[in-house]
């Protein structure tokens, strides 16, 4: 396996690049004005129209997308795709009232195709629920995860690759309590499984193990007085989570966390936020609880593209006493890359990050610690299809040092996904 390592790893280098070049470069700047441009130029045509929204939605640009079609519809007031695309974009910014007088005057005007008629009639049906107060999401993924992992020669444990399946569903219900704040009570909760490579204590042989996540929270969203700025929340939780990594070690628990939320513009999103976590449901773990905080922010470009800084931490107890620390800075960039007409749109983020941890070896006992650190780099692409299907290919590489060498490895991660979205 080791002579097949190089050879992945330039594969997965090729690919990271690709993210990292400039657009103008690979022939591929980002296709937002092209695609309005598109639909200018041939008025009739559904697909140009569905594509513009689809690359517009992708990019964040609705302020953007929103404008210029409503510059359109004073040329073509009576194009029944326009009205449809309108309505699809005022859904996304949740002006429901908008949306529906939109969606209901393409019904009305006709000319729409069988399946435009169809999604009209569900998006209408979307809208309603939302003019209630009510809106969900459920996004359900399926693919294939396959790992390599190149131990240090001289450890305790041989190289080893697999391949396996990999399914996640992810969803939340929002409530809107009305409030001039637009304050909302969300219900949400993911569970993924697939099959991981783990050595749990880090320093004895480990092998391939089903691993599982799961996590559900009830968040109070408050909106914030924000004189002068675009946007400012506060989001109060409540919620479980458990991850089991094999049949001997699981970690779960109950916890709370807080997180404010800032827009100063349109363009920009700042956070900052933090929780505790009772971990005494766990076993085969030391800690009983945990401290975690959180802080970072995104800044979005015009074309498309944005960038983004996050940096994680988290201090684990026993019996009051700290027994391990763990912290990770991440940074990523990207957006959309190219759109293909009736086919799909391309966006794609390159991300790197890096972290260090000191945590109890679990064979020995809470007095002897492991300590190591990680870089990782990572290539995240999404060929969105429609607007509920996509399929996504995400690589990752990562190494790992120890304080004992022997210990340190490398990986290379691979996923290929289709996620199906309900709403």
């Not at 004005?33 to 200018?40: C, G, L, N, Q």
């Not at 993924?192 to 004895?204: E, G, K, N």
């Not at 970690?251 to 709370?256: A, F, L, W």
């Not at 349109?266 to 976590?277: D, H, K, P, Q, S």
Request: glycine share 10%; proline share 3%.
């Amino acid at each position: 396996m080791q002579s097949s390592f190089p050879a992945i790893f330039g594969f997965a280098a090729a690919l990271l690049c690709t993210g990292v070049l400039p657009a103008g470069a690979q022939g591929l700047f980002p296709a937002y004005d092209d695609a309005f441009s598109a639909r200018i130029a041939s008025p009739a045509d559904n697909g140009t129209l569905a594509q513009f929204v689809t690359v517009a939605v992708n990019a964040g640009q609705y302020d953007q997308a929103i404008s210029s079609i409503e510059q359109y519809l004073i040329k073509y007031p009576r194009d029944a795709r326009a009205r449809l695309a309108a309505s699809r974009l005022y859904y996304h910014v949740g002006s429901y009232e908008l949306a529906r007088r939109q969606v209901q005057y393409g019904i009305e005007v006709g000319g729409l195709t069988a399946s435009e008629q169809q999604e009209a009639v569900r998006l209408l049906a979307r809208i309603e629920r939302a003019l209630r107060g009510v809106t969900w999401e459920l996004a359900l993924t399926g693919g294939v995860f396959s790992a390599f992992t190149d131990f240090e020669p001289g450890g305790a444990q041989d190289d080893d690759s697999f391949v396996a399946p990999y399914g996640r569903a992810e969803g939340f219900v929002r409530w809107d309590l009305g409030t001039p704040s637009a304050d909302a009570l969300v219900l949400s909760g993911s569970l993924t499984a697939t099959q991981r490579f783990f050595t749990p204590d880090l320093s004895v042989p480990g092998g391939k193990e089903t691993f599982i996540h799961g996590n559900a929270a009830i968040t109070w969203d408050k909106g914030l007085p924000n004189s002068g700025i675009d946007s400012l929340r506060l989001l109060l939780s409540a919620f479980t989570v458990t991850d089991r990594f094999d049949s001997d070690i699981q970690e779960t628990g109950i916890g709370v966390s807080g997180r404010f939320l800032v827009r100063p513009t349109v363009e920009t999103t700042l956070f900052a936020g933090g929780g505790y976590i009772d971990l005494g449901a766990s076993q085969g773990i030391f800690a009983d609880s945990r401290v975690f905080y959180e802080a970072g922010g995104s800044y979005r470009f015009r074309n498309g593209q944005a960038l983004g800084l996050r940096f994680v931490g988290s201090n684990d107890f026993a019996s009051g006493s700290e027994i391990g620390r763990s912290y990770t800075g991440e940074v990523r960039y990207g957006g959309l890359l190219m759109n293909v007409p009736d086919l799909f749109a391309w966006s794609h983020q390159v991300a790197f990050s890096a972290g260090h941890s000191d945590a109890p070896d679990l064979s020995v006992g809470i007095g002897t610690s492991i300590k190591s650190d990680f870089w990782r780099i990572a290539s995240e692409s999404d060929f969105q299809l429609t607007e509920s299907q996509k399929i996504s290919v995400d690589l990752a590489y990562r190494e790992t040092n120890f304080d004992i060498a022997s210990r340190d490895r490398k990986s290379f991660e691979m996923l290929m996904s289709y996620t199906l979205t309900l709403n």
